[in-house]
């Protein structure tokens, strides 16, 4: 199970960071990261984190939030945070903690995932972004 916090109404330049916590042992070696889904706009993804038994590897982030967002997670695997800094309105969306154990070898080979690369997802949080 993924369980979100974080998240709610944010002026415009602002920041917010969301928290996804994993119940399970499955998940404390694996690809976690996050998704967005705007009104009326496909899911698109945001950043991810491996962690591998050898500790926590890379991170890789979606083009618009590049230098903006940065994610984290804790050595023990199985909570992840994702900093947004510089929030602007396009930012604002349902975000989704996601989970996977071979996800981030796809982001890493073809530059990029699609939803249905990740098999755990959480139930959503409403980020807004507003002035």
């Known amino acids: 199970e993924l369980v979100e916090s974080g998240g709610g109404s944010v002026e415009i330049g602002g920041s917010s960071t969301l928290t996804c916590e994993a119940h399970?042992?499955?998940?404390?070696?694996?690809?976690m990261g996050w998704f967005r889904q705007a009104p009326g706009k496909e899911r698109e993804a945001v950043a991810a984190?491996?962690?591998?038994?050898?500790?926590?590897?890379?991170?890789y982030y979606g083009d618009s939030v590049k230098g903006r967002f940065t994610i984290s997670r804790h050595t023990e695997g199985n909570v992840v945070n994702l900093q947004m800094l510089r929030l602007q309105p396009e930012d604002t969306g349902t975000y989704y903690c996601?989970?996977?154990?071979?996800?981030?070898?796809?982001?890493?080979?073809?530059?990029?995932?699609?939803?249905?690369?990740?098999?755990?997802w959480g139930q959503g949080i409403q980020v807004t972004v507003s002035s």
């Open positions: 984190i491996y962690k591998g038994y050898q500790g926590v590897g890379e991170s």
């Open positions: 996601v989970a996977d154990p071979t996800a981030c070898g796809v982001w890493y080979a073809q530059g990029f995932v699609f939803s249905a690369d990740f098999r755990h």
């Open positions: 399970g042992v499955e998940f404390r070696s694996s690809c």
